[in-house]
């Protein structure tokens, strides 16, 4: 995990939750490794906001399973396998295809989600890494929300990986895919296509999940 990463400011998601995923995604990519200490003051002073937030984050994590606190000492990474982290991502490819679903099911009123796609699709190419992170946050919370199942809601947000948009940023190929993945996808859930809703999501989800395996095998093999 780079120092001085500051966390994008999203409005949409607690502090709390935007730090457990920056944490969690360096952790499933090999940045953050088996028993490395996690200081409370050094992850405060790199992601740029206050230590409570910060062991709010740790508890989250230490509920995965991803880590384990220590008294008043932060925590230490635990050991992850490729096993964990596809069982990770499937949950979330799992309740996000579920929460599309149930957003067309509920006729969900795709006016603003059309809007935001269609006004950031105007930037061409000349967004920043920043806006897009913002706006595919903000993507998938309305259809989160459409869900109207706040449990669900809340899930998602802690499995959220923002450091992983934000990396993937750069590839040609995911950008179009993504922008091209969200047009249809508001399409199916404005006709209340909810089966065809859920699949879209899940292969969106199963692209990012595949994604970070690769990046985990790459890892082991350089070690090995």
């Not at 994008?8 to 940045?31: M, N």
């Not at 596809?86 to 295809?97: A, D, K, P, T, V």
């Not at 065809?196 to 090995?224: C, P, S």
């Amino acid at each position: 995990m780079k120092s001085n990463q500051n966390i994008p400011s999203l409005q949409i998601v607690s502090i709390r939750h935007q730090v457990a995923s920056t944490l969690r995604e360096a952790i499933l990519r090999g940045e953050l490794k088996s028993g490395e200490e996690l200081s409370l003051t050094s992850l405060s002073e790199q992601l740029g906001v206050s230590r409570t937030p910060i062991r709010e984050a740790l508890q989250m994590l230490e509920g995965e399973k991803l880590v384990t606190l220590r008294m008043h000492r932060g925590a230490i990474v635990n050991s992850i396998d490729e096993r964990y982290i596809r069982n990770h991502y499937e949950m979330q490819i799992f309740i996000e295809g579920a929460a599309a679903y149930l957003a067309a099911s509920n006729g969900m009123d795709v006016t603003q989600l059309k809007r935001l796609h269609e006004d950031f699709l105007k930037k061409g190419d000349s967004f920043t890494k920043e806006e897009y992170v913002i706006y595919n946050r903000q993507f998938h919370s309305m259809i989160w929300n459409a869900s109207e199942n706040q449990t669900m809601v809340e899930y998602l947000e802690g499995l959220w990986s923002e450091g992983l948009i934000s990396r993937l940023f750069p590839t040609l190929d995911y950008k179009k895919q993504s922008l091209a993945g969200h047009g249809e996808l508001i399409k199916f859930i404005e006709e209340g296509n909810s089966e065809e809703a859920r699949r879209l999501m899940e292969k969106h989800a199963t692209r990012t999940m595949n994604n970070i395996l690769n990046n985990y095998r790459n890892m082991i093999n350089k070690t090995t």
